[in-house]
């Protein structure tokens, strides 16, 4: 069986934005997942049946942070318990700000940062989605 793949797409071209600014970033994952309810009961036949509810996406995005610009400041624009609207792109082309998408509202759960021997400074955030995730298969623009 033969793979489908999107024609020129590599990590390196997924792009995040937060609040309208992109993040140099190095990765970023995004887990959705749903409540599971377990309804079983005795007119269930001796299996198991669920049911699911509630949905939420979370997951990390780790980048590259310019601390030159002052190397007292938080991570860019960035605080735990903040709502922000996050872009993952899976494929942005070079040059443009368009390709495949998720769009939400997130609240930052945790921030980590640390330095490398090469003097690399990164840092790292949690989310988890507060309201609907909208995902965009299609070419849709960062709004940046």
Not at 38 to 58: K, R
Not at 60 to 74: K, L
Not at 81 to 90: A, D, H, N, S, V
Request: hydrophobic share 35%; with cysteine.
């Amino acid at each position: 069986m033969g793979r489908k793949v999107m024609d020129g797409a590599r990590g390196r071209t997924g792009r995040v934005f937060y609040d309208g600014s992109e993040l140099c970033v190095e990765s970023w994952d995004l887990e959705i997942t749903a409540e599971e309810g377990d309804m079983t009961n005795s007119c269930s036949a001796g299996w198991g049946e669920v049911e699911y509810g509630v949905q939420q996406g979370s997951g990390t995005v780790e980048a590259q942070w310019d601390i030159t610009a002052n190397p007292h400041d938080a991570p860019p624009g960035l605080a735990v318990g903040e709502i922000i609207q996050l872009k993952l792109f899976i494929h942005s082309p070079t040059g443009t700000a368009s390709g495949p998408n998720y769009v939400f509202q997130a609240g930052i759960a945790s921030i980590k940062t640390g330095v490398t021997a090469k003097q690399k400074v990164m840092y790292s955030f949690t989310y988890k989605s507060d309201g609907p995730i909208v995902i965009n298969a299609q070419e849709e623009s960062s709004g940046v």
